[in-house]
C-alpha cells in the first residue's frame, strides 16, 4: 500500500509564488510516474505537471514557464514550484503517484490565489 502525504498550499496574492511537496511512502516501484493534478470547482480534474524517475518532465500549456516540476527519487518526493500565480490557478491540487502499474493519490491541497 502507497500512501502520499502533500503540504505547501494556502493564500498567495496574484503573482506570488508557492511550493507544494508531496512524499509517497509503502511499496513504491522503479520506474514510476509521479505528477500534480488540480481540480477547481465546477471543473474536471487536469494534469498540471509530471516527471517520471528516469528525469522526464511534461506541463499543461497553462502553466509552462510559470511552474516547474522536480523530484528527488532518494526521498521518494515530488515538488511543485509555482510562480506567478494567476486567480485562475486556484484548485485543489492532488499529487498521484503510478507506480507497479497501479495509481495512488493524495488527500489534496488548496491553493488559492486571490486579493
Known amino acids: 500500500q502507497v500512501q502520499l502525504v502533500e503540504s505547501g498550499g494556502g493564500l498567495v496574492q496574484p503573482g506570488g509564488s508557492l511550493r507544494l511537496s508531496c512524499t509517497a511512502s509503502g511499496q513504491i516501484f522503479t520506474p514510476n510516474y509521479m505528477g500534480w493534478y488540480r481540480q477547481a470547482p465546477g471543473k474536471q480534474r487536469e494534469l498540471v505537471a509530471s516527471a517520471t524517475s528516469g528525469g522526464s518532465t511534461d506541463y499543461a500549456n497553462s502553466v509552462k514557464g510559470r511552474f516547474t516540476i522536480s523530484r528527488d527519487n532518494a526521498k521518494n518526493t515530488v515538488y511543485l514550484q509555482m510562480n506567478s500565480l494567476k486567480p485562475e490557478d486556484t484548485a485543489v491540487y492532488y499529487c498521484?503517484?503510478?507506480?507497479?502499474?497501479?495509481?495512488?493519490w493524495g488527500q489534496g491541497t488548496q491553493v488559492t490565489v486571490s486579493s
Open positions: 498521484k503517484l503510478f507506480s507497479g502499474f497501479r495509481d495512488s
